[in-house]
């Protein structure tokens, strides 16, 4: 164990790919971010550029590497999860890279869940069949861009072309491919059905490799571009969920991990994979005996984004505050008002690009104030269908850890704890995923026992206890919350036909005579 050995955990999201240093002790010591675009070029694309990203994780491991006094051991990955990216024979992109918010795969994904086999190949591959997932979107080009589908010589990953372009390797990580939709968890190989659909080989795909595997090193090229050592050891690390569990030291079976931003999502670690019976839920890999089932939201701080922008435009562009204190008003239950948040349609626990929001109970007595806290409370009451999807797949639920930018509200946590009906624990700094990755580097390096100390190393700096008269009552309205998803979906139908026929725009107005 070398107390002052120092790994980078280099995390690529959505927005921007952040890489932390952290020595073994699970102290940070040095961090910096960059940013990139996400292209939307026509309603249902949300695509990036792989080269931009590419750059950014060189540029900002090179800004940690020269903030550092001393070297360091290695560098391991987080990545978000389901992208996907068209190569040539020669490595180079054919397609942008196609991230998970990326739904032109809607049609594709609903009829696959439609047929009788579509839960089968979910509860095989861990992956629920969502157009955010790689299969959907890979019969998509197969439908739509025929020429290019088969032109592609390897579909990869962000991470996976990442890689390549550091270290000259093309392989994948078992927790990245349990999220495309097209690896049979139980045995760990591609599964041969979903590549029938995908109309695709094992061929086309990357070699399949754990997450704690250590490639060859950096490329002399990159190395002077990052002011590394050449063949400084890189391990492949995993996906960003299943590495934000352990940087927040929900590693224990019946540890769950919660985060809000602009999404949400809850995951607890177990120890052989598995979904639940309806299919609520995905199971992803982390190492060969650790894996996450769990749910995620579309609609998290983007709910309360929009409430400003929608109920409260006079207070501006920095309103969270305001907003929080108009909700806080409002009564527990919003007066029986229910929101459903499903203002970018919804993941977990129905995974449906079909869904629209929807106030229902309005009545004349109701404010602002309650719509504000209805939408607070929509965001929670979701979040507690997909704990009880966890639940429903068998795992035991003892504590509940969460992170994101909602835990600086007060409000919003207690309305959390309240929700859930048990404690939420707050770690103490919020930089999951890139944690999660050191620390997965520092077990594939041998230079801590195990990614169990990651319990251990993560402080809780404040516990928030249910109100019991306040639980009573949401735990009262999920029913109803849960029932109305089902009773609207007719309706979602209808309004997505009509959807296309209806005015974009206000007429003009007629100029004053």
Known sequence: MGGTAVVLGVDIGTTSTKAVAYDTGGRQLAAHSIGYPLDEPQPGYAQQDPQLIVDAVVGAIRAVVEQLPMPVAGLCFSTAMHSLIGLDADGTPLTPSVTWADSRASAQAERLRAVPSGLALHRRTGTPIHPMAPLPKLVWFAEQEPKLHERVAYWVGIKDYVLLRLTGTLVTDHSVASATGLLDIHRLTWDAEALRIAGITAERLPRLVPTTHVLPGLSAPVARATGLPAGTPVVLGAGDGPLA????????????????????AMRVMVERPGVDPLGGVFCYALTEDRWVVGGAINNGGIVLQWAGEALAPELGEHTEEELLDLAARAPVGSGGLIMLPYLLSERAPHWSALPRGAYVGLA?????????RAALEGVCQQLALVLASVRAAGNEVREIRASGGFARSPLWRQILADALGLPVRFP??????????????????????????????????????PDPAAAAT???LLPLFSELYDALVPTFASLRRLAPGLPAEPPPTAPPS
């Open 474 to 476: 949401y735990a009262a």
């Open 245 to 264: 569990n352990l940087g927040l030291g929900a590693v224990r079976p019946g540890v769950v991990a919660c985060s809000i931003g602009t999404s949400g």
């Open 364 to 372: 004349h007595g109701h404010r602002r104030e309650h719509l504000v």
């Open 428 to 465: 103490a700094g919020h930089e999951g995923s890139s944690f999660g990755a050191a620390l997965l580097g520092m077990q594939a390096l041998g230079l801590i026992e195990s990614i169990e100390v990651a319990a251990d190393l993560v402080r809780i700096d404040e516990t928030v206890r």
